[in-house]
Protein backbone atom coordinates (compact mmCIF):
# COMPACT_ATOMS: atom_id res chain seq x y z
CA UNK A 1 0.00 0.00 0.00
CA UNK A 2 1.37 3.49 -0.58
CA UNK A 3 0.10 7.16 0.41
CA UNK A 4 -1.62 8.95 -2.97
CA UNK A 5 -3.51 11.99 -2.54
CA UNK A 6 -6.63 11.92 -4.28
CA UNK A 7 -10.12 13.73 -4.20
CA UNK A 8 -13.14 12.35 -4.09
CA UNK A 9 -15.59 15.38 -4.90
CA UNK A 10 -14.70 18.69 -6.48
CA UNK A 11 -14.35 21.67 -4.07
CA UNK A 12 -11.50 23.74 -2.35
CA UNK A 13 -8.20 22.59 -1.28
CA UNK A 14 -9.83 20.27 2.07
CA UNK A 15 -10.89 17.80 -0.58
CA UNK A 16 -7.32 16.73 -1.12
CA UNK A 17 -6.74 13.44 1.58
CA UNK A 18 -4.17 11.27 1.60
CA UNK A 19 -5.35 7.80 0.93
CA UNK A 20 -3.61 4.09 1.59
CA UNK A 21 -4.15 2.46 -2.18
CA UNK A 22 -2.70 -0.81 -3.43
CA UNK A 23 -1.32 1.09 -6.85
CA UNK A 24 -1.08 -1.82 -9.52
CA UNK A 25 1.99 -2.45 -11.39
CA UNK A 26 2.81 -0.53 -14.55
CA UNK A 27 1.46 -1.79 -17.89
CA UNK A 28 2.90 -1.88 -21.18
CA UNK A 29 5.20 1.25 -22.26
CA UNK A 30 4.64 2.50 -18.31
CA UNK A 31 6.97 3.03 -15.34
CA UNK A 32 6.71 2.49 -12.23
CA UNK A 33 8.57 5.70 -10.21
CA UNK A 34 8.76 5.81 -6.55
CA UNK A 35 8.48 10.18 -6.07
CA UNK A 36 11.15 12.04 -4.68
CA UNK A 37 9.24 15.52 -5.39
CA UNK A 38 6.59 17.03 -7.70
CA UNK A 39 5.70 20.47 -8.68
CA UNK A 40 2.04 22.14 -8.54
CA UNK A 41 0.72 23.59 -11.57
CA UNK A 42 -2.49 26.01 -11.95
CA UNK A 43 -4.40 23.20 -14.22
CA UNK A 44 -4.34 21.25 -10.70
CA UNK A 45 -5.96 23.55 -8.58
CA UNK A 46 -8.93 24.01 -11.71
CA UNK A 47 -9.13 20.36 -11.81
CA UNK A 48 -9.41 20.09 -8.42
CA UNK A 49 -12.13 22.63 -7.85
CA UNK A 50 -13.86 20.96 -11.34
CA UNK A 51 -12.75 23.76 -13.22
CA UNK A 52 -10.76 22.31 -15.65
CA UNK A 53 -11.16 20.84 -19.28
CA UNK A 54 -11.27 17.33 -17.98
CA UNK A 55 -13.50 16.24 -15.67
CA UNK A 56 -12.22 13.41 -12.65
CA UNK A 57 -13.63 10.25 -12.35
CA UNK A 58 -14.08 9.74 -8.31
CA UNK A 59 -11.97 8.88 -6.59
CA UNK A 60 -9.36 10.66 -8.44
CA UNK A 61 -5.33 11.46 -8.99
CA UNK A 62 -3.75 14.58 -9.13
CA UNK A 63 -0.71 15.45 -10.70
CA UNK A 64 1.15 16.49 -13.97
CA UNK A 65 4.77 16.29 -12.98
CA UNK A 66 7.27 14.68 -10.56
CA UNK A 67 10.73 13.04 -10.20
CA UNK A 68 12.07 10.10 -8.45
CA UNK A 69 13.56 6.96 -9.03
CA UNK A 70 12.23 3.97 -11.65
CA UNK A 71 10.94 0.71 -9.53
CA UNK A 72 9.53 -1.18 -12.29
CA UNK A 73 9.19 -1.70 -15.75
CA UNK A 74 5.80 -2.13 -18.03
CA UNK A 75 6.37 -4.60 -20.88
CA UNK A 76 8.32 -2.97 -24.10
CA UNK A 77 9.80 -0.15 -22.11
CA UNK A 78 13.71 0.33 -23.14
CA UNK A 79 14.38 3.95 -22.78
CA UNK A 80 14.94 3.75 -19.08
CA UNK A 81 16.00 0.71 -16.40
CA UNK A 82 14.89 0.34 -12.95
CA UNK A 83 17.28 2.34 -10.55
CA UNK A 84 17.46 5.23 -13.02
CA UNK A 85 16.14 8.84 -11.61
CA UNK A 86 14.02 10.50 -13.95
CA UNK A 87 11.83 13.85 -14.53
CA UNK A 88 8.19 13.46 -15.74
CA UNK A 89 6.93 15.27 -18.37
CA UNK A 90 3.20 16.31 -17.55
CA UNK A 91 1.61 13.22 -19.93
CA UNK A 92 -1.60 14.07 -22.09
CA UNK A 93 -4.66 13.35 -19.42
CA UNK A 94 -4.57 14.18 -15.77
CA UNK A 95 -7.73 11.55 -15.07
CA UNK A 96 -5.56 8.33 -16.02
CA UNK A 97 -2.30 9.31 -14.49
CA UNK A 98 -1.38 11.42 -11.50
CA UNK A 99 2.16 12.41 -9.60
CA UNK A 100 1.16 13.48 -5.88
CA UNK A 101 1.81 10.60 -3.82
CA UNK A 102 4.74 7.84 -3.05
CA UNK A 103 4.30 5.77 -6.30
CA UNK A 104 3.11 6.80 -10.25
CA UNK A 105 2.56 5.04 -13.31
CA UNK A 106 3.64 7.51 -15.99
CA UNK A 107 4.06 6.67 -19.97
CA UNK A 108 7.74 5.56 -20.12
CA UNK A 109 8.12 8.37 -23.10
CA UNK A 110 7.77 10.88 -21.24
CA UNK A 111 10.34 9.88 -18.43
CA UNK A 112 13.63 11.95 -19.08
CA UNK A 113 17.22 11.61 -17.53
CA UNK A 114 17.41 15.02 -16.04
CA UNK A 115 21.31 16.59 -16.09
CA UNK A 116 22.54 15.25 -12.24
CA UNK A 117 22.96 18.78 -11.54
CA UNK A 118 19.84 19.37 -10.91
CA UNK A 119 17.88 18.77 -7.02
CA UNK A 120 15.23 16.43 -6.94
CA UNK A 121 12.88 19.74 -6.08
CA UNK A 122 14.73 21.09 -9.89
CA UNK A 123 13.71 18.35 -11.28
CA UNK A 124 10.13 18.14 -10.79
CA UNK A 125 9.46 21.68 -11.20
CA UNK A 126 10.91 21.57 -15.13
CA UNK A 127 9.47 20.01 -17.44
CA UNK A 128 5.12 21.56 -17.75
CA UNK A 129 6.63 25.29 -17.20
CA UNK A 130 9.78 24.99 -20.43
CA UNK A 131 7.48 22.42 -22.04
CA UNK A 132 4.38 25.14 -22.51
CA UNK A 133 6.35 28.21 -22.65
CA UNK A 134 8.77 26.27 -25.46
CA UNK A 135 5.98 24.83 -27.40
CA UNK A 136 3.77 28.31 -27.64
CA UNK A 137 6.51 30.20 -28.10
CA UNK A 138 9.58 28.52 -29.98
CA UNK A 139 6.82 26.05 -31.90
CA UNK A 140 3.32 27.78 -32.67
CA UNK A 141 4.57 31.43 -32.51
CA UNK A 142 8.61 31.11 -33.91
CA UNK A 143 9.79 33.72 -31.69
CA UNK A 144 12.94 34.74 -33.45
CA UNK A 145 15.92 36.81 -32.27
CA UNK A 146 15.26 40.85 -31.64
CA UNK A 147 11.44 40.27 -31.44
CA UNK A 148 9.34 41.85 -28.18
CA UNK A 149 7.17 39.47 -26.77
CA UNK A 150 4.19 40.21 -23.99
CA UNK A 151 4.89 37.41 -20.97
CA UNK A 152 1.63 38.14 -18.64
CA UNK A 153 1.70 36.49 -15.07
CA UNK A 154 4.84 36.48 -15.82
CA UNK A 155 5.76 35.51 -11.95
CA UNK A 156 4.37 32.54 -12.74
CA UNK A 157 6.77 29.11 -13.45
CA UNK A 158 5.76 29.41 -16.98
CA UNK A 159 6.25 32.96 -17.23
CA UNK A 160 9.48 32.83 -15.37
CA UNK A 161 10.17 30.09 -17.92
CA UNK A 162 8.98 32.55 -21.15
CA UNK A 163 11.60 34.87 -19.94
CA UNK A 164 14.63 32.54 -19.96
CA UNK A 165 13.45 31.24 -23.00
CA UNK A 166 13.63 34.75 -24.98
CA UNK A 167 16.47 35.82 -22.95
CA UNK A 168 18.22 32.27 -24.35
CA UNK A 169 17.22 32.67 -27.94
CA UNK A 170 17.86 36.56 -27.76
CA UNK A 171 14.22 38.33 -27.96
CA UNK A 172 12.85 41.45 -25.96
CA UNK A 173 10.99 39.88 -22.86
CA UNK A 174 8.49 42.56 -21.47
CA UNK A 175 6.97 41.10 -18.03
CA UNK A 176 3.84 42.11 -16.75
CA UNK A 177 2.35 42.29 -12.82
CA UNK A 178 -0.36 43.57 -11.64
CA UNK A 179 1.27 45.23 -8.69
CA UNK A 180 4.25 46.75 -7.80
CA UNK A 181 5.21 43.72 -5.47
CA UNK A 182 6.83 41.48 -8.06
CA UNK A 183 8.09 43.90 -10.30
CA UNK A 184 11.73 44.46 -8.68
CA UNK A 185 11.71 40.78 -8.26
CA UNK A 186 11.07 40.40 -12.23
CA UNK A 187 13.79 42.96 -13.19
CA UNK A 188 16.43 41.10 -10.72
CA UNK A 189 15.33 38.08 -12.40
CA UNK A 190 16.29 38.89 -16.33
CA UNK A 191 12.79 41.13 -17.38
CA UNK A 192 13.83 43.11 -20.02
CA UNK A 193 11.26 45.48 -19.62
CA UNK A 194 8.45 45.12 -16.63
CA UNK A 195 4.97 47.02 -17.00
CA UNK A 196 2.77 47.14 -13.79
CA UNK A 197 -0.59 46.85 -15.57
CA UNK A 198 -2.57 48.41 -12.49
CA UNK A 199 -0.83 51.56 -12.53
CA UNK A 200 0.93 51.83 -16.71
CA UNK A 201 -0.98 51.39 -19.73
CA UNK A 202 0.12 48.52 -21.66
CA UNK A 203 -0.30 49.19 -25.00
CA UNK A 204 1.42 52.50 -24.13
CA UNK A 205 3.78 51.47 -22.79
CA UNK A 206 4.91 48.47 -25.46
CA UNK A 207 4.46 50.74 -27.72
CA UNK A 208 7.43 53.23 -26.09
CA UNK A 209 9.76 49.41 -25.47
CA UNK A 210 9.48 49.16 -29.06
CA UNK A 211 9.98 52.63 -30.87
CA UNK A 212 6.15 51.92 -31.90
CA UNK A 213 6.65 48.79 -33.28
CA UNK A 214 4.51 46.82 -31.15
CA UNK A 215 5.43 43.25 -29.91
CA UNK A 216 4.68 39.97 -32.37
CA UNK A 217 3.71 37.82 -29.62
CA UNK A 218 1.79 37.68 -26.46
CA UNK A 219 1.83 34.68 -24.39
CA UNK A 220 -0.93 34.73 -21.51
CA UNK A 221 -2.47 32.27 -19.01
CA UNK A 222 -4.82 35.36 -17.62
CA UNK A 223 -7.51 36.32 -20.92
CA UNK A 224 -10.85 38.12 -19.17
CA UNK A 225 -11.24 41.98 -19.71
CA UNK A 226 -7.47 42.57 -20.15
CA UNK A 227 -7.19 40.88 -23.69
CA UNK A 228 -8.74 44.02 -25.47
CA UNK A 229 -5.60 46.03 -23.92
CA UNK A 230 -3.45 42.92 -25.11
CA UNK A 231 -4.42 43.01 -28.59
CA UNK A 232 -3.75 46.81 -28.60
CA UNK A 233 -0.10 46.04 -27.72
CA UNK A 234 0.47 43.67 -30.53
CA UNK A 235 1.74 44.53 -33.56
CA UNK A 236 0.05 43.87 -37.15
CA UNK A 237 -0.46 40.25 -37.88
CA UNK A 238 0.86 39.12 -34.39
CA UNK A 239 0.11 36.24 -32.60
CA UNK A 240 -1.55 35.88 -28.94
CA UNK A 241 -1.34 32.74 -27.39
CA UNK A 242 -4.05 31.83 -24.70
CA UNK A 243 -2.60 29.11 -22.27
CA UNK A 244 -4.65 29.69 -19.38
CA UNK A 245 -8.22 31.01 -17.59
CA UNK A 246 -7.06 32.76 -14.56
CA UNK A 247 -9.89 35.81 -14.72
CA UNK A 248 -12.81 35.13 -13.32
CA UNK A 249 -14.44 37.66 -15.26
CA UNK A 250 -15.72 36.82 -19.07
CA UNK A 251 -13.48 37.39 -22.05
CA UNK A 252 -14.65 39.73 -24.08
CA UNK A 253 -13.42 39.54 -27.94
CA UNK A 254 -11.80 41.67 -28.85
CA UNK A 255 -12.98 41.88 -32.75
CA UNK A 256 -11.62 45.61 -33.76
CA UNK A 257 -7.94 45.74 -33.13
CA UNK A 258 -8.30 41.49 -34.54
CA UNK A 259 -9.62 42.57 -37.38
CA UNK A 260 -7.72 45.60 -37.96
CA UNK A 261 -4.15 44.28 -37.50
CA UNK A 262 -5.44 41.09 -38.07
CA UNK A 263 -4.29 39.17 -35.43
CA UNK A 264 -4.29 35.84 -34.26
CA UNK A 265 -5.63 34.54 -31.23
CA UNK A 266 -4.95 31.42 -30.34
CA UNK A 267 -5.41 28.71 -27.46
CA UNK A 268 -2.66 26.68 -26.10
CA UNK A 269 -2.10 24.01 -24.80
CA UNK A 270 1.56 21.83 -23.25
CA UNK A 271 -0.27 18.74 -24.43
CA UNK A 272 0.40 19.36 -28.56
CA UNK A 273 3.78 19.10 -27.48
CA UNK A 274 3.08 16.11 -25.99
CA UNK A 275 0.72 14.73 -28.52
CA UNK A 276 3.63 14.95 -31.58
CA UNK A 277 6.89 12.64 -31.32
CA UNK A 278 8.81 15.01 -33.33
CA UNK A 279 8.05 18.56 -31.70
CA UNK A 280 8.21 16.18 -28.53
CA UNK A 281 11.70 15.54 -29.37
CA UNK A 282 12.81 18.93 -30.28
CA UNK A 283 11.41 20.06 -26.87
CA UNK A 284 13.52 17.87 -24.96
CA UNK A 285 16.80 18.97 -26.87
CA UNK A 286 15.83 22.41 -26.24
CA UNK A 287 15.19 22.26 -22.72
CA UNK A 288 18.07 20.00 -21.72
CA UNK A 289 20.42 21.91 -24.11
CA UNK A 290 19.50 25.06 -21.88
CA UNK A 291 19.21 23.12 -18.04
CA UNK A 292 22.99 22.10 -19.02
CA UNK A 293 24.33 25.46 -19.96
CA UNK A 294 22.32 27.17 -16.96
CA UNK A 295 20.71 29.32 -19.61
CA UNK A 296 17.17 27.73 -18.14
CA UNK A 297 17.23 26.84 -14.37
CA UNK A 298 13.93 26.50 -12.33
CA UNK A 299 13.03 28.56 -9.79
CA UNK A 300 11.66 27.19 -6.59
CA UNK A 301 9.33 29.64 -4.28
CA UNK A 302 8.47 27.17 -1.41
CA UNK A 303 8.81 23.74 -0.54
CA UNK A 304 5.91 21.57 1.27
CA UNK A 305 5.86 18.22 2.09
CA UNK A 306 3.36 15.41 1.14
CA UNK A 307 1.43 15.94 4.43
CA UNK A 308 1.30 19.77 3.82
CA UNK A 309 -0.52 19.01 0.62
CA UNK A 310 -3.70 21.07 1.14
CA UNK A 311 -1.25 23.81 2.71
CA UNK A 312 0.72 23.35 -0.29
CA UNK A 313 -2.77 23.99 -2.93
CA UNK A 314 -4.17 27.04 -0.68
CA UNK A 315 -0.79 28.50 -1.20
CA UNK A 316 -1.29 27.82 -4.66
CA UNK A 317 -3.91 29.63 -4.80
CA UNK A 318 -2.50 33.03 -2.91
CA UNK A 319 -0.76 33.97 -5.95
CA UNK A 320 2.31 35.03 -3.14
CA UNK A 321 4.18 32.61 -5.28
CA UNK A 322 7.58 33.85 -7.64
CA UNK A 323 8.28 30.42 -9.30
CA UNK A 324 7.04 27.08 -8.67
CA UNK A 325 5.60 25.56 -5.20
CA UNK A 326 7.31 21.95 -4.93
CA UNK A 327 5.73 19.44 -2.49
CA UNK A 328 8.99 16.65 -1.27
CA UNK A 329 7.38 13.11 -0.61
Not at 68 to 79: C, D, H, K, R, S
Not at 114 to 130: R, V
Not at 146 to 155: D, H, K, L, M, R
Not at 244 to 253: D, K, M, Q, V
Amino acid sequence: MSRIVRIHQNGGPEVLQIDEVDVPPPGAGEIAVQIKALGLNRAESMFRSGHYVEAPVFPARLGYEGAGIVTALGAGVTNVAVGDAVSLIPPKSITRWGAYGEVANFPAELAVKHPASLSWEEAAATWMQYVTAYGALIEVAQMRRGEAVIITAASSSVGLAAIQIAKMIGATSIATTRTRAKADALRKFGADHVVVTDEEDLPARVADITGGALARVAFDPVAGPALESLAQAVAERGIILEYGALATAPTPFPLFPVLAKTLTVRGFLYKEIVESPEQLARAKRFILDGLASGALKPVIDKVFTLDQIVDAHRYLESNQQFGKIVVTV
